[in-house]
């Protein structure tokens, strides 16, 4: 793998999906990737071309929490309440479509580990990626990219009692994941490869 990308070798993957991934009937169970990272280091981008490259070979499905999020608060006010609500709810679609045989790549920044960690309690088969990025990279983005779902200026708003991660509230960078990429480092097809060769390997 090139400088931008790091596979945790710390995890046994066998305690998480057996010795070949494979359930008792031989059947390939049902996984879910979270990719977090801070606004603007490139997870939907990432998590985009995870899709794209293992959709022709499992059935998948992108939750990307700026859409989810307009439909469970349409006017966010981005309060610790409102964000445990919002991450529960995601973390509970991913339980849900997993346990009916769906992979699924969630795309959410999830500032708090709490957030990511119940996902992991629920899905027995769950990756954690972090998209590492400086925050300097990720405000020059940020204000240059096509947002799509995802709000506008979420760094220009930072301040004066602003709620934005990694700047107004903390980023609490994951502890043990199975997969970093230095999105700064490696472009987004070199990203998204290393996380699919993983799940090709691992799940």
């Excluded at 931008?4 to 993957?13: E, F, I, P, S, Y």
């Excluded at 280091?41 to 859409?67: F, M, N, P, Y």
């Excluded at 708090?112 to 769950?126: G, N």
């Excluded at 709620?163 to 998204?192: K, Q, W």
Aim: aromatic share 6%; with cysteine.
């Amino acid at each position: 793998m090139g400088g931008g990308v790091r596979m945790n070798d710390a995890n046994n993957t066998d305690d998480v999906n057996g010795a070949n991934g494979a359930n008792d009937t031989g059947r390939r169970d049902a996984w879910a990737i979270w990719i977090t990272g801070l606004p603007g280091s490139g997870k939907t981008t990432i998590a985009k071309k995870v899709c794209e490259k293992l959709k022709t070979s499992v059935a998948l499905t992108h939750l990307q929490l700026d859409r989810v999020r307009k439909v469970i608060t349409p006017n966010p006010r981005y309060t610790d309440e409102e964000r445990e609500i919002v991450y529960a709810s995601l973390a509970y679609m991913a339980y849900l479509l997993v346990e009916s045989g769906i992979c699924v790549v969630i795309d959410a920044t999830a500032n708090r580990r709490k957030y990511r960690d119940l996902a992991r309690e629920l899905i027995p088969h769950f990756v954690e990626v972090y998209v590492e990025c400086p925050l300097g990279v990720c405000v020059t983005r940020e204000q240059e990219r096509d947002a799509g779902y995802a709000p506008t200026g979420i760094y220009a708003q930072a301040g004066a009692g602003g709620t934005v991660p990694g700047v107004d509230v903390t980023y609490e960078e994951p502890l043990n994941p199975e997969i970093v990429v230095r999105s700064d480092l490696a472009d987004a097809d070199a990203c998204a490869d290393a996380i699919v060769a993983w799940v090709r390997d691992e799940m």
